[in-house]
């Protein structure tokens, strides 16, 4: 490998007591990297995130490495890790309103992140804080300084999460979910923003989301998830072209497009069949088998990661010419 | 703010109005006439009438009612009638000891309640959360007089650390008077920090579990710091409402709490007056403790805004 890896997962796995919510996943982000991490809720997405940076609700434990920056981050003390969240790796969260303190104004919750890391004065940190609002296209960057988060619309507030994740040059951010707490109107706007910051920054992007177009546009290589496993990776055009899970072909597919909406009545979006079993209902081998129209008696083994530069979890694999429906 | 200010102000106005008007109306509504009442079963009727002359009692009631308001705002609390001393002097006698004994009761429970609390909320399914939840739901259910009770045999009887009771003026010895306010302060901070720390302890919680306390540490705050600097400082919001609404319960501890410890505070007087059928005394000490109250909320308002800048605009 010729880039340095910010950030080597390895055989994670989340659970509570013994519901196991992310079992034994694996995977590395280089320097620079866009990664997204797509699937279902309750796929295991948000707690790979949250078990990253350290931040599972108490009850939740962990078993493997993070390993970033040569420290591997389960091992380290919270004062350790707190010395790195916000300043080596930081976090967009999904909903900008619940996620700013309601009581401290915005500027000083950004400048604090930048007091917490960097030896500044106060008036650097403020200057900075104001360049990274103009940074960010927020409307009178000076009066929103001052500016508590219910004064600021949803757009707004997402950016100045963004503002507050990239204020130290992190080399990692991960997003989770940053846009789907948005209006569709403010959505390119904020990913936009979100790009531009993290391209100029030289960061590596760890991007969690269930939509689809949003990882076309963001990231070059894709994670699919489901309970708690990766189903499948690759390079992004190459697993939106050609999935070679079934599971990721049927969540390509119920993706609306122009072909597979029709406004008149009849309107017929593929869905998976069944619903994502609850944790402790998850069959043993393959996740998916029971939704799966290709499972046997095989799948009760669970599969390995298998190809070349992209890689599926999956007996019975859709071949690489298998047109997805509507793509 | 200023509009939310003036809102406060507004309403702390009001309530004063309207609760003036209900206490000297119910005192009138339930004696007939207030000289009789005073004077009592045997009085001549010719008494009654010179109490009522000398009192003022023979005029309209708005008149009445008029001339004691402005009586009140003026600090004029009305005489009493039977040993001829202004009722703001004997009011201004007991304050000394009422309001160190109130205060003192509140800020202790305060020094108790919060860090007990906060801690209790850190260790929430432990053993020691439970024991600490099972020592408040103890302390609730223990009434002031009875914690009085206990602390007086043990610190006073037993051990003869503290007087069991009684008053030394401030005047006299401060030392003493710390020393015999000493056991009712100690039982009116911790009945009150028993309840005051589950409070706490819920607020601290509900503020943990919000996702900007995530974001806090996501940036770099350690748990602890996410605690002390968030947890702690957003859970006073709630917290403070429930100081306001502890002021009245305060009032009602400090009652009981003089008599068990014979302190001749504001509670004893009233006691006393009521005895004496000062009506008019009894009306005045009356109102300023309800006053009381309605200055805490007024400050608990005031302060909310301040901590909460989302209150300002939408209220």
């Given at each position: ?51 990253v ?24 003390s ?13 976090m ?50 000076e009066?929103?300084?001052?500016a ?7 757009g ?92 990721t ?8 497009t ?23 209902a ?46 | ?9 507004a ?120 024991f ?32 069991t ?40 919680l ?51 709490i ?47 805004g ?10």
């Amino acid at each position: 490998m010729t880039t340095q890896t910010v950030l080597d997962v390895r055989g994670l796995v989340v659970r509570r007591d013994d519901l196991k919510a992310v079992r034994n996943v694996d995977f590395q982000i280089r320097a620079g990297q866009r990664v997204g991490l797509v699937g279902e809720s309750g796929a295991g997405k948000s707690l790979t995130a949250l078990a990253v940076m350290g931040l599972l609700q108490p009850g939740w434990t962990t078993e493997g490495q993070v390993l970033h920056d040569n420290v591997d981050l389960t091992t380290i003390s919270d004062r350790e890790f707190s010395n790195r969240r916000g300043r080596t790796v930081s976090m967009v969260f999904q909903d900008p309103l619940s996620a700013l303190n309601p009581t401290k104004r915005v500027g000083a919750q950004v400048s604090w992140v930048i007091r917490r890391h960097t030896k500044v004065t106060r008036d650097e940190a403020r200057a900075r804080v104001l360049d990274l609002f103009k940074q960010m296209h927020l409307p009178r960057p000076e009066q929103l300084l001052r500016a508590y988060p219910h004064e600021l619309s949803g757009g707004q507030r997402q950016r100045v999460m963004i503002a507050m994740a990239i204020a130290c040059y992190p080399q990692l951010i991960i997003a989770d979910e940053p846009t789907t707490a948005l209006d569709v109107t403010v959505q390119k706007q904020v990913l936009r923003l979100l790009d531009g910051a993290v391209k100029d920054r030289g960061s590596a992007l760890l991007m969690i989301t269930h939509d689809l177009p949003v990882i076309a546009a963001m990231c070059d290589y894709v994670m699919v998830m489901y309970g708690g496993r990766l189903v499948e990776q690759g390079p992004v055009g190459e697993v939106f072209r050609s999935p070679r899970h079934p599971y990721t072909k049927g969540l390509l597919e119920s993706q609306p497009t122009l072909d597979n909406i029709e406004l008149e009545g009849t309107t017929r979006l593929p869905s998976i069949r069944g619903s994502v079993p609850p944790l402790h209902a998850m069959p043993t081998g393959c996740p998916f088998r029971t939704r799966c129209d290709r499972a046997t008696a095989q799948c009760e083994i669970v599969p390995e990661l298998e190809g070349d530069t992209s890689q599926a979890a999956c007996w019975h694999p859709l071949d690489a010419h298998s047109p997805v429906v509507g793509a | 703010m200023l509009v939310f200010l003036a809102r406060r102000l507004a309403f702390f106005v009001m309530a004063l109005i309207t609760s003036s008007i209900l206490i000297f109306a119910l005192i009138r509504l339930a004696g007939g006439n207030v000289a009789s009442v005073m004077l009592g079963k045997a009085a001549k009727p010719e008494a009654i009438a010179a109490l009522s002359k000398e009192l003022g009692l023979d005029r309209p009631l708005p008149v009445q009612y008029f001339d004691w308001a402005w009586g009140m705002l003026r600090g004029d609390l009305g005489i009493s009638f039977r040993t001829r001393e202004p009722a703001t002097s004997l009011l201004l006698e007991r304050l000394p000891v009422s309001v160190p004994l109130a205060l003192a009761g509140m800020i202790l429970a305060l020094l108790i309640a919060v860090p007990v609390g906060t801690y209790a909320a850190t260790k929430v399914g432990t053993p020691i959360g439970a024991f600490v939840a099972f020592t408040s739901q103890v302390g609730i259910a223990i009434p002031v007089f009875w914690a009085g009770v206990l602390l007086s045999l043990f610190f006073g009887v037993r051990l003869g650390w503290l007087p069991t009771g009684g008053w030394v003026p401030w005047s006299a010895s401060p030392i003493d008077s710390i020393r015999s306010l000493a056991l009712p302060v100690i039982a009116l901070g911790l009945v009150m920090a028993a309840t005051l720390s589950r409070y706490t302890r819920t607020a601290v919680l509900d503020v943990m579990n919000e996702d900007y306390v995530r974001t806090a540490r996501a940036s770099g705050m350690t748990k602890r710091g996410a605690l002390l600097r968030v947890g702690v400082r957003n859970a006073s919001l709630p917290l403070v409402t429930v100081v306001g609404l502890l002021a009245a319960e305060l009032i009602g501890g400090t009652v009981i709490i003089e008599q068990v410890f014979s302190l001749p505070g504001l509670a004893r007087m009233v006691l006393d007056q009521v005895q004496a059928r000062e009506v008019i005394v009894v009306q005045s000490t009356v109102m300023i403790m309800v006053a009381f109250v309605l200055v805490v909320n007024l400050i608990v308002d005031i302060l909310y805004g301040v901590l909460d800048p989302r209150v300002r605009v939408s209220r």
